[in-house]
C-alpha cells in the first residue's frame, strides 16, 4: 500500500508533467480551480489548486475533504502512484470506477484532453 508520502510526490511528479506539457493537455492544465484528492485507503486528502498548469498541494488532511473542491478526484494510493507512473490508463481506471472523478459540465469536457 501506498504511503501518504509516495502520493504526494505523485502528486508533484503529475504536476510536474502537467507543467511541461504542450498542445491540448497543457491547456486543459491551464484552468484555475480547486482541487481534492481524497486516498480512499488511507482516508486522507490532499486539497489545493490546479493553477498555471500545475497542481499546487496546500495541504494533507485526514478523512474526506472538508469542503466541496471544483475538482475532484478520488482514489487508492496504489492507484495514485500507478497512474503517475504510467502503469495505469487514468480512462480505464474511471470507466471501471476505480477512479473518482467530480467536477462541473465544463470543467470535465476541458479535462478530457487529460484523459
Known amino acids: 500500500m ?8 505523485a ?3 503529475l504536476s510536474d508533467n502537467l507543467a511541461t506539457a504542450d498542445g491540448e493537455v497543457r491547456s486543459a492544465a491551464a484552468l ?6 481524497h486516498i480512499t485507503d488511507l482516508d486522507a486528502t ?3 489548486r490546479l493553477a498555471h498548469g ?3 498541494v496546500v495541504d ?18 496504489d492507484d495514485l502512484v500507478a ?9 480505464k481506471a474511471w470507466a471501471s470506477g476505480r477512479v473518482r472523478l467530480e467536477a462541473g459540465l465544463r470543467d ?4 478530457r484532453t487529460l484523459l
Do not use: H, W, Y
Open 83 to 91: 497512474m503517475v507512473g504510467g502503469e495505469l490508463n487514468f480512462a
Open 108 to 111: 470535465l469536457l476541458k479535462l
Open 54 to 56: 500545475r497542481i499546487q
Open 32 to 37: 484555475d480551480r480547486s482541487l481534492s484528492c
Open 2 to 9: 501506498a504511503t501518504i508520502e509516495e502520493c504526494r510526490d
Open 46 to 48: 490532499f486539497t489545493g
Open 60 to 77: 494533507s488532511l485526514p478523512g474526506p475533504p472538508p469542503e466541496k473542491a471544483q475538482i475532484r478526484l478520488a482514489m487508492t494510493g
Open 11 to 13: 502528486l508533484d511528479t
